[in-house]
């Protein structure tokens, strides 16, 4: 498994905003080979922003990479910047790779 996550710095008075606008975006990310799963979580709040973080799951890291490469890519980041003063700084991107997973059911998957 692997996964891709950005942490995003979000104006406290425009979370709102960026909600609507994740909510009601074109993800283009059902149906690429390796997608597993998209989250868009809400973390705490600091003095002048609320953290969000956005995580795909993909089967592997060529997966990932390879849906850098696609239109599929493009089309999905073509209004990057679009929201000026919701954004407070680019995105922070992680990139991660499963070393152990547990499922509910209690099997152990060593990645």
């Known amino acids: 498994m692997f996964v891709a996550m950005n942490r995003f710095r979000i104006a406290k008075d425009r979370t709102a905003e960026f909600e609507t606008m994740w909510r009601n975006r074109d993800t283009h990310l ?17 003095e002048d922003h609320v953290l969000y973080v956005s995580h795909t799951i993909w089967q592997s890291r060529a997966d990932f990479e ?12 073509s209004r990057a910047g679009a929201s000026q003063g919701v954004y407070l700084g680019p995105p ?20």
């Open 66 to 77: 390879a849906w850098t490469r696609s239109e599929a890519f493009q089309k999905a980041h």
């Open 30 to 46: 059902p149906g690429l080979p390796g997608f597993v799963a998209f989250n868009l979580l809400r973390g705490p709040e600091a």
């Open 92 to 111: 922070q991107l992680e990139l991660l790779e499963s070393v152990q997973g547990v499922k509910a059911d209690g099997t152990v998957d060593p990645a």
